[in-house]
């Protein structure tokens, strides 16, 4: 099989090679069903390029990676004991120092205070230091990890990176340990003089005075580390609340990407190619132009089923319908969101403020943050006007006459376009006065098959080979050739019934006698 790719080139393809021929398909009767179900949105997304187009998977994890930090930090303030008793809250920590304090002093006479003081201030210092080893231990386990998963992400990018060196960070952990151990070594050394001096003077209990001592300095100096903790996290969890509340930009703005590139697939479409001839211009116009089709990304906010989703997540009692305000009305009225900037505005200053309010029932906040809900209500669609009009007010023979020009005009100069049945539901002005024009425009570059039982596309469409299929007792059988063909204008004037009138035509523009 040998077919023009242009004009000036061919392509040829032997069937018993298996070779396969790309073209378009377009089947009249395919396009009714798309247009008719709703799905020509996601069609002509594929038309322009952009079927692939989602919310950023990237942007999506930071997303979550905020939302997770902030979840982290709650969750180890809300840390409770045995007894239900919150172990991260500072007002009860400092309360528990000031008893420990109280108690350490009720022990101290001025006789002993000294010798004590030096006693408790070893221990605290023993205290730490333990801690710091422990910390460090913890830190040089990150580390590892660290390393290891740094390592292996590197090596799935390129196997040339370089492993991670830690040899440096963990020799200076080590030094750092030994550093503590030695200091603990010396105060427990210290403190073992002080007891055999205290005994030589101290008549009472020393064993037990020394333990209650060491028992309440332990205990304040771990109460200390847990207020620096809290303190730690405290600031950890304020970063993270302020990134979380910058969560609503970030989803504005891959809504505006998303936007962005719907538009300037479109641009470019209508822009054509630099290598361009002005005939395939001229062509491309008098497809989209002329026939007033235009194309444009929309950020779509659907209130309804927004209001809907928040109704599942609300205590509706605390919303009852009144004799002038539905239930919708007033949840409405409370939250005060009807449009996409409304909805930003609420994440942005009232989201984590009413979340907690007795009247919601559910999670809120998985409904603005959640990907799979909020796209539900939220999302960026191509939307197409004819005329003027939207799709959703047009005919279905309109709606079938704006996917086709959109079909030719994205694959306009390539692939040999097949076309079943071209007039079914389509305007028959439409037919007669435009699809005629743009099949001769289109077959200047490339090749046009066309399915039809109507002859004015046919004969008008200048067609240089027609087939002719019979139905002889169940048996097909075809006979082709060009209009002039006797056997062929016969055949168009009785099967087609194009007519007389039809070939008039003909005769005229080609001076047939």
């Known amino acids: 099989m040998v077919f023009n790719k242009d004009i000036a080139s061919k392509s040829t393809h032997n069937a018993k090679e298996g070779a396969e021929l790309p073209f378009v398909y377009i089947s009249q009767n395919e396009v009714k069903t798309k247009v008719t179900t709703g799905t020509v949105g996601d ?27 902030v979840d982290k930090y709650k969750a180890w303030f809300k840390q409770t004991n045995e007894k239900g008793e919150l172990i991260n809250d500072k007002e009860s920590i400092e309360s528990q120092i000031g008893r420990f304090q109280s108690l350490l002093e009720s022990i101290t006479t001025e006789h002993n205070q000294e010798k004590l003081e030096r006693f408790t201030v070893n221990v605290s210092k023993i205290a730490v230091a333990t801690d710091k080893i422990r910390r460090l231990g913890l830190l040089k386990e990150e580390l590892k990890i660290f390393k290891d998963e740094f390592d292996k992400k590197a090596n799935l990018v390129d196997k040339m990176i370089p492993s991670l060196d830690i040899t440096e960070q963990l020799d ?82 891959e809504l505006h990407r998303q936007k962005t590139m719907i538009d300037e697939r479109w641009q470019a479409i209508q822009q054509g190619q630099s290598d361009w001839t002005e005939d395939q211009k001229d062509l491309m116009k008098r497809i989209l132009a002329d026939r007033e089709i235009s194309l444009e990304g929309r950020i779509i906010f659907d209130l309804q089923i927004f209001t809907t989703k928040l109704k599942e997540v609300l205590n509706l009692r605390t919303f009852r319908a009144s004799k002038t305000l539905s239930i919708e009305d007033r949840i409405r009225e409370h939250f005060k969101i009807t449009d996409t900037d409304s909805f930003f505005k609420f994440m942005k200053s009232r989201l984590h403020q009413v979340k907690e309010e007795g009247y919601v029932s559910g999670n809120l906040a998985e409904l ?146």
């Open 43 to 69: 069609e002509i997304k594929q038309m322009l390029g952009v079927q692939g187009l989602s919310f950023d998977s990237d942007v999506d994890s930071k997303i979550r990676e905020f939302r997770s930090a």
């Open 172 to 253: 200076g952990i080590k030094r750092l340990v030994e550093k503590e151990k030695s200091c603990i070594t010396v105060y427990e050394t210290e403190n073992t003089e002080i007891r055999t001096i205290f005994a030589q003077v101290y008549t009472g209990d020393l064993s037990g005075l020394l333990q209650n001592a060491e028992t309440y300095r332990s205990t304040i100096e771990k109460l200390k580390t847990r207020l620096l903790m809290i303190k730690e996290n405290q600031s950890q969890l304020d970063a993270a609340e302020r990134k979380q509340k910058t969560i609503h930009r970030l989803i504005e703005d």
């Open 368 to 513: 603005f943050y959640d990907i799979a809900q909020r796209s539900a209500f939220l999302r960026v669609e191509p939307v197409v006007t004819y005329g003027g009009r939207p799709l959703d007010r047009l005919s279905v023979g309109q709606k079938g006459t704006v996917y086709l020009c959109l079909k030719l005009a994205t694959q306009t100069f390539t692939q040999p376009l097949i076309f079943d049945q071209p007039e079914d539901d389509l305007d028959n002005e439409f037919i007669i006065e435009e699809l005629v024009d743009i099949f001769r425009g289109i077959k200047q570059f490339r090749q046009v098959i066309l399915v039809t039982h109507n002859a004015n596309l046919v004969v008008n469409a200048d067609a240089e080979q027609v087939v002719v299929a019979t139905n002889n007792q169940g048996v097909l059988e075809y006979t082709s050739g060009s209009l002039e063909t006797p056997i062929i204008n016969k055949a168009v004037r009785r099967i087609l019934e194009g007519g007389d009138e039809a070939f008039r035509n003909r005769e005229l523009r080609y001076n047939l006698k």
